[in-house]
């Protein structure tokens, strides 16, 4: 039996339909994955996709940018401070900002600013299929 998946960002609705399957990635508690019937469940999220498995097995992967997750057993919600679509990826942005950001920790790798744009940049790309 699926389960209603939501994804929010402060801009809109990015997803909402049925699923058989979510992961994301939380912070301090690791990779994550929900099926119907998960147990309640209120999290805050790492930069990283998100992937929703259709009940046709389908997948969409969805670049999440912080934010939280909330399931309820029948519902999962995703509220995300920033999140993309692959469409919505501008990769060559992306491939730069991923650039920018590495040089940057070439020169101090204590740099949290860095780390959390080349975070934001790799997630951007791998939902994106670069």
Request: proline residues 4%; aromatic residues 6%.
């Amino acid at each position: 039996m699926p389960f209603t998946v939501q994804l929010v960002s402060p801009e809109k609705v990015l997803y909402e339909g049925e699923a058989s399957y979510v992961s994301a990635r939380t912070i301090g508690g690791g990779d994550i994955g929900f099926e119907p019937g998960h147990a309640p469940f209120l999290a805050a999220l790492q930069t990283w996709p998100v992937r929703v498995l259709g009940t046709d097995s389908s997948e969409l992967k969805i670049a999440c940018h912080g934010g939280f997750v909330q399931v309820d057993g029948a519902k999962v919600v995703i509220l995300s401070d920033v999140a993309e679509l692959a469409a919505d990826i501008d990769v060559d942005r992306a491939t730069m900002a991923k650039r920018n950001a590495e040089a940057a920790l070439s020169n101090n790798a204590d740099d949290v600013d860095a780390k959390a744009a080349l975070a934001r940049a790799v997630t951007r790309l791998e939902v994106a299929g670069a």
